[in-house]
Nanobody
Framework: VQLQASGGGLVQVGDSLQLSCAAS????????MGWFRQSPGKAREFVAA????????YYGASVKGRGTISRDNAKNTVYLQVKTLSPEDTAVYYC????????????????WGQGTLVTVSS
């Protein structure tokens, strides 16, 4: 599976972001999909995950209540929306595909996209 994240850029405090991650191949619906992020000098952090057909979603503490993950298996695409952005949301956002629990651990994922940079400006 090859993953291509997009939608990053420069946004203002209080804005929302919408990221997309397009997957190649015909096995997209067999994978859990996750989003992680990494800020300079910090460890990679779990943001959100969604099960194979979208029946369950999981969120990291930093975006809980502000984030929404969704997927469209017909389009082989997973989305992430985060509202009410702050400078602390500045990071490279990565999408990932995996088939193991727990969905909040990076070791559960086998395939990673290249990342898309989101910069929140005050």
């Amino acid at each position: 599976v090859q993953l291509q994240a997009s939608g990053g850029g420069l946004v203002q405090v209080g804005d929302s972001l919408q990221l997309s991650c397009a997957a190649s191949g015909s096995s997209f619906s067999t994978y859990y999909m996750g989003w992680f992020r990494q800020s300079p000098g910090k460890a990679r952090e779990f943001v959100a995950a969604i099960t194979r057909i979208g029946g369950a979603t999981y969120y990291g503490a930093s975006v809980k209540g502000r984030g929404t993950i969704s997927r469209d298996n017909a389009k082989n695409t997973v989305y992430l929306q985060v509202k009410t952005l702050s400078p602390e949301d500045t990071a490279v956002y990565y999408c990932a595909a995996g088939a193991r629990f727990p969905p909040g651990e990076s070791q559960s994922y086998d395939y990673w996209g290249q990342g898309t940079l989101v910069t929140v400006s005050s």
